[in-house]
């Protein structure tokens, strides 16, 4: 899912190239299995080297959506894992990852593990393991769609954002206080309590639960967005469809102390209403008086 991206990312960081091994002219990173002792690919030295590996899952409470680990192998006659951990760290965690269909993928440090191959200890390092976020595109090829109506006003208020799913993305890129980064997704939805009454033969109403993800380094500046964002969907209230029919702003929550990666801290529950499929023939009505 994010191995390609991955991978280009890490052969394109200057810092970390260097303190590797040479693979056929290129830094020695590989996914999951490294080439053998008698390749004619590798230069010289064989470490250290970097082998990482992804184990994706679906996870239907978006906790993660899978682990990634990455493996730095040294020997006592090249570059110590312990200088490569914080540089290859660094270009990884809370690093976004987009494939060119607009899902991303977000990695975030779980922990790291020294180790040794074998009794002799030969060849030793670290397992850097990293969780991984899912953000996928919502947006569906439908007039009525809540997610790119609360995108659009999101970029409207945040026009400096990074709107995940919709806006062009870097393979490999991380969120800054100047280009923050922000993503909605569709967490519920169900019958509008508030409008069963208004159930039509024409039309049905619906209420849905949209979390909001906002990503930026501090968390001055991550505080300011959601603020500035929560106060704008309140004071509008109604969010326009294309058809110019009104997603209504029934509750927003702000929670800064969520985490942004796994939960978002906005929530906000809307309404809108959508025609009923209709079923059978009939004659429409051309003349209707009302006394």
């Given amino acids: 899912m994010i191995g390609s991206q991955l991978l280009s990312h890490l052969m394109a960081d200057k810092a970390l190239g260097p303190m590797l091994a040479t693979y056929n002219g290129r830094p020695a990173i590989f996914e999951q299995t490294v080439p053998g002792d008698k390749d004619k690919g590798w230069s010289g030295k064989q470490f250290s080297r970097i082998i990482y590996d992804i184990d994706t899952e679906a996870s239907p409470t978006r906790k993660t959506t899978g682990t990634l680990r990455v493996d730095i192998e040294s020997t006592d006659s090249s570059t110590q894992f312990d200088a490569i951990s914080p540089i290859l760290k660094a270009a990884i965690d809370d690093y976004f990852f987009s494939s060119d269909d607009g899902n991303a993928v977000a990695a975030r440090w779980l922990r790291s593990d020294n180790f040794t191959t074998d009794e002799s200890h030969s060849v030793f390092g670290c397992t850097h393991t990293y969780d991984l976020y899912a953000f996928p595109v919502q ?14 006003e999101t970029k409207k208020q945040s026009p400096e954002a990074k709107i995940i799913a919709v806006d062009s993305m870097e393979n490999a890129w991380a969120p800054t206080d100047e280009a923050p980064a922000i993503y909605w997704r569709l967490s519920d939805v169900r019958s509008d309590p508030f409008m069963s009454n208004y159930d039509s033969w024409a039309v049905a109403w619906l209420q849905v639960t949209l979390q909001g993800h906002v990503f930026a380094p501090s968390q001055t500046r991550r505080n300011s967005i959601v603020k500035q964002l929560g106060q704008a969907l309140c004071q509008g209230q109604r969010l326009l469809f294309p058809d110019g029919s009104p997603l209504t702003i029934r509750s927003m929550r702000i929670d800064n102390g969520a985490d942004p990666l796994r939960d978002g801290q906005i929530t906000v529950v809307g309404s809108y209403g959508v025609l009923q499929a209709q079923v059978g023939g009939g004659t429409p ?5 009302i006394s």
């Fill in 139 to 152: 947006n569906v090829d439908d007039s009525m769609d809540p997610i790119a109506v609360i995108n659009t």
């Fill in 285 to 289: 009505l051309k003349t209707i008086k």
